[in-house]
């Protein structure tokens, strides 16, 4: 059994402003019994990166709707490894074509969630894979 | 509309259907659900009849077409006269490849354009920036100086052609650039048509770029509403914005009441700063959302042209009837297309333009089947357009005016949507009008709070959206041929503002940039030197880094 509950950091990396899904998301997490830490608009993913460390998190979920994702996941993932924080779960969401997904799961994202994606889907993703 | 008597009359009748012929069949056939309810959650009966508008004043409320309060429209023959502009919003890549896309749809009967500016140009910063990594061309066309902007409009006269630019934060440098890209064509800023969005308040509730604290933002805007008022008096000098704060997940109510509340403010700051609400007012355009329930939307665009003509006349006094004309463009909605079964979108998308049409729209963006996926195709756009087209041209709503009004339902809906937002409009006048309320984060919580509801109601199933929560397909075929934005897009860029920088007139652009830092930090108005420093090719960057030197950056507080 787990000491503490899960807790989440929320990102929102790039310059997007698109945030109506990562708010939902946050919230929704809260509402399952999760701290949730939402980032707000526009992190670099040094930041990002900084914020899971310090925050002790672990899962880091990122959203991105502008199509930057393709540069900005992986990047996250890359500091994640450099400062050796790969412990933590990342997954991802946004408008992402399927096409892209497996180099985005290459690269370390544990999933990617589309558009029509369910709360509870992600909600049982989390829990499954934080006890294992 | 009906007197005394007759309203009785109907009542009794009513009453005598409830308990005989409808009490036998709900009897025997309950219906489907308990309560019926709006998109929006506003609850409807089973049936509507004169009952319903009986306080309905013909004169006062609905008037004729192009008279006040202009609920049947804001022009006397509407599409009878000239179709709305079909005004595709459109760019991505670089300059080049969206000049082609805009004569594609020029090509193709498009009567306006609209563009699309990548997030870094939205946001102030060069492509050569470290923030803009990635970024570069996604979302939009991606300008970094005139020289850009030249290349973007290159073959397209702007004396012909109207352009809507979807800019805020810095809108007034984009401004800045049309204005020089004209000149050099040989066309004078008087016969220049199109809209800038500039609409920075609308960021800081709902779409998020915004690069300035708002003092200094509204100070921006209404030097704009200035400028243009003297020298571009065929410029819409804002678009009040709708859109982005429905997408963000709020009910029309909400929509119409905080889109409002925005104008109010904007005209407040434009009066404060000296300017009569005549001379500026006409040139104020607005921007709505349309989503999925048709008779409510066609409701929400009539109760939003009658409150803010209401609003102009008896709270600001407006003598001009332009003054109290809501002209609006609409742009379908973004979050109601599926990435499920996305053909699907395509009827979601005619019901949607239908009711902006039905709704009385100026000009029209539809949506592309694909938009849940990646920036529309080619082909999608097109089917986009055509579908503008068929409701022009086949459909028969066209032939006459606002055909829904005395519809017992959209004038009692239409009734509803205006009180409830002019409640609205009251609260946050008590919380000290639309800037401090968005400061308090009233807006983005109201937002939020129906964002979240309507997601619930979605996971519950207890609303159906066809393809993702009911008539599911086992195995998705996935549509073939979408858009790619070139990754080289980015590098491609930075070698311009390279070579740029390394060609233009260095002092020139540095004696630009100074005069600018000096008149910001005066109260001059900031249109002429933004525009000097455009025609000597200062970057977008290079501006708004003078800008935040001397204004600061916004910090938002985050809530959930």
Not at chain 2, 84 to 108: C, D, I, P, V
Not at chain 2, 138 to 167: N, Q
Not at chain 2, 327 to 346: I, K, M, S
Request: net charge negative; hydrophobic share 40%.
């Amino acid at each position: 059994m787990r000491e503490r509950p899960i807790r989440v950091l929320i990102a929102k990396p790039g310059l997007d402003g698109h945030d109506r899904g990562a708010k939902i998301m946050a919230r929704a997490l809260r509402d399952a019994g999760m701290e949730v830490i939402y980032t707000g608009l526009r992190q670099t993913p040094e930041q990002i990166v900084e914020t899971g460390i310090q925050e002790d998190v672990d899962v880091i979920g990122m959203s991105i709707l502008s199509g930057a994702h393709t540069h900005l996941f992986p990047k996250v993932m890359q500091l994640l490894k450099d400062n050796e924080a790969e412990d933590i779960l990342v997954i991802g969401g946004g408008i992402i074509p399927d096409e892209d997904i497996p180099a985005l799961k290459r690269a370390g994202l544990a999933a990617i969630f589309t558009p029509g994606a369910l709360t509870e889907t992600v909600i049982d993703f989390i829990k499954e894979q934080v006890q294992k | 509309m009906y007197d005394k008597r007759q309203v009785d009359k109907i009542k009794g009748r009513k009453r005598k259907w409830e308990e005989g012929t409808l009490k036998k069949v709900l009897d025997r056939f309950p219906e489907r659900r308990r309560d019926f309810k709006t998109l929006s959650d506003l609850p409807v009966e089973r049936v509507y009849t004169p009952v319903d508008t009986a306080d309905l004043d013909h004169e006062k409320d609905l008037g004729m077409p192009g008279e006040y309060p202009y609920t049947r429209g804001i022009q006397p023959t509407m599409y009878r006269g000239r179709l709305w502009t079909m005004r595709q919003y459109a760019g991505f890549g670089t300059a080049e490849e969206s000049n082609k896309r805009y004569k594609y749809l020029l090509e193709q009967g498009q009567t306006g354009l609209s563009v699309a500016f990548d997030l870094p140009t939205q946001i102030g910063y060069d492509s050569d920036h470290a923030l803009a990594e990635g970024e570069v061309g996604k979302v939009g066309v991606a300008i970094d100086s005139l020289a850009d902007m030249e290349v973007l409009f290159g073959g397209i006269p702007l004396d012909k052609v109207s352009t809507s630019m979807t800019i805020n934060a810095p809108a007034a440098i984009l401004l800045a650039m049309y204005i020089a890209v004209a000149e050099k064509q040989g066309v004078s800023p008087e016969k220049l048509k199109g809209t800038i969005q500039n609409d920075i308040l609308k960021e800081y509730a709902a779409r998020g770029t915004y690069i300035f604290p708002p003092q200094p933002s509204m100070r921006l805007i209404t030097d704009t509403f200035a400028y243009c008022a003297a020298h571009l008096p065929n410029w819409n000098t804002i678009s009040i914005s709708g859109y982005h704060i429905r997408e963000a997940g709020c009910t029309a109510v909400q929509e119409v009441a905080f889109t409002l509340a925005d104008g109010i403010a904007y005209v407040e700051a434009a009066i404060e700063a000296g300017l009569d609400v005549d001379d500026f007012a006409p040139r104020l355009s607005f921007f709505f959302n349309s989503q999925m329930d048709l008779l409510e939307e066609v409701a929400k665009f009539r109760a939003a042209r009658r409150l803010w003509a209401r609003i102009m006349k008896e709270r600001f006094g407006a003598q001009n009837p332009r003054s109290s004309k809501l002209r609006f463009h609409t742009q379908t909605a973004g979050c109601a297309l599926t990435a499920q079964q996305p053909d699907n979108n395509v009827v979601r998308v005619t019901l949607q333009a239908l009711a902006a049409v039905l709704g009385g729209t100026q000009s029209l963006h539809t949506n592309s089947r694909d938009e849940a996926l990646a920036l529309p195709s080619e082909d999608s756009v097109r089917i986009a357009l055509r579908t503008q087209q068929v409701i022009a041209h086949e459909s028969g709503v066209t032939n006459t005016i606002d055909p829904l009004a005395g519809s017992y339902y959209v004038e009692s809906l239409t009734d509803k949507i205006e009180t409830e937002a002019r409640e609205y409009i009251e609260k946050i006048d008590v919380l000290g009008g639309a800037v401090k309320a968005i400061e308090q984060g009233f807006m983005q919580r109201e937002i939020q709070e129906s964002a979240y509801q309507y997601q619930r109601s979605v996971e519950s199933k207890d609303r159906v959206v066809v393809g993702v929560n009911k008539f599911q397909l086992e195995a998705e075929t996935l549509p073939e041929g979408l858009l790619k934005v070139d990754p080289a897009v980015g590098e491609y860029q930075k070698e311009r503002i390279a070579l740029l920088k390394a060609d233009r007139d260095a002092e020139a652009v540095a004696a630009a940039l100074k005069r600018l830092e000096e008149t910001a930090q005066s109260d001059g108005n900031l249109l002429p030197p933004i525009i000097a420093a455009a025609k000597v090719y200062a970057t977008i960057g290079e501006i708004c880094d003078v800008l935040r030197g001397v204004f600061g950056e916004y910090e938002t507080s985050v809530i959930f």
